[in-house]
Antibody, heavy 117, light 106 residues
Framework: EVQLVESGGGLVPPGGSLRLSCAAS????????MSWVRQVPGKGPEWLAN????????YSVDSVKGRFTISRDNANNSLFLQMNSLRAEDTAVYFC??????????WGQGTLVTVSS | AIQLTQSPSSLSASVGDRVTITCRAS??????VAWYRQKPGKAPQLLIF???SFPAGVPSRFSGSGSGTDFTLTISSLQPEDFATFYC?????????FGPGTKVDI
């Protein structure tokens, strides 16, 4: 069974940094693109970034370019999101998802990031 | 970035009803649309990919159609677990934007 488990969320002051992790199991991790999606409670999801199978290429939404970096460690079946220069509007639940076909077919349970002083 | 709109934004229905939700893209996206159901406090669950294909384990009451700019999700007979919010997402051109959602309640 495919499982994705996010960790690393928490309370961080504006301007601070946080590194999110996503541990994958039950999947041949290096065969799939992976992505990060966030969701402000009560709002719709926002796709943030994805990364190709070997980690050599990625895409991201303009609102996080230059601040957030997606990466992966295929040897340890892990996906990461390094978040710098955090703002109040980055407060959200952050999900990792496996991309397969034209969709995110497996998702983690999410980790909450709160940016506040 | 490609923008997606959904209609209606919310609807009231009963168990057994047939429900149709539409998703419109700001430019042609071929068949690169996915549909998700999300229950409160949970991650989105994939229902449909490539506009009309469904993953293993998704009930047959869900179906998708459309191409170009207009797409539809149909639930043939609404079940209690379908009282949730439904989102479309385009997978043609990054950023892979989501629609604003359609909330289905009783």
């Amino acid at each position: 069974e495919v499982q994705l488990v996010e960790s690393g969320g928490g309370l961080v002051p504006p301007g601070g940094s946080l590194r999110l992790s996503c541990a994958a199991s039950g999947v041949t991790f290096n065969k799939y693109w992976m992505s990060w999606v966030r969701q402000v409670p009560g709002k719709g999801p926002e796709w943030l970034a994805n990364i190709n199978r070997d980690g050599s290429g990625s895409y991201s939404v303009d609102s996080v370019k230059g601040r957030f970096t997606i990466s992966r460690d295929n040897a340890n079946n892990s996906l990461f999101l390094q978040m710098n220069s955090l703002r109040a509007e980055d407060t959200a639940v952050y999900f990792c998802a496996r991309e397969h076909g034209s969709a995110g077919d497996y998702w983690g349970q999410g980790t909450l990031v709160t940016v506040s002083s | 970035a490609i923008q997606l709109t959904q209609s209606p934004s919310s609807l009231s229905a009963s168990v057994g009803d047939r429900v149709t939700i539409t998703c419109r893209a700001s430019q042609g996206i071929s068949g690169g649309v996915a549909w998700y159901r999300q229950k409160p406090g949970k991650a989105p669950q994939l229902l449909i990919f490539d506009a009309s294909s469904f993953p293993a384990g998704v009930p047959s009451r869900f179906s998708g159609s459309g191409s170009g700019t207009d797409f539809t999700l149909t639930i043939s007979s609404l079940q209690p677990e379908d009282f949730a919010t439904f989102y479309c997402q385009q997978f043609i051109s990054p950023p892979f934007t989501f629609g604003p959602g359609t909330k289905v309640d009783i």
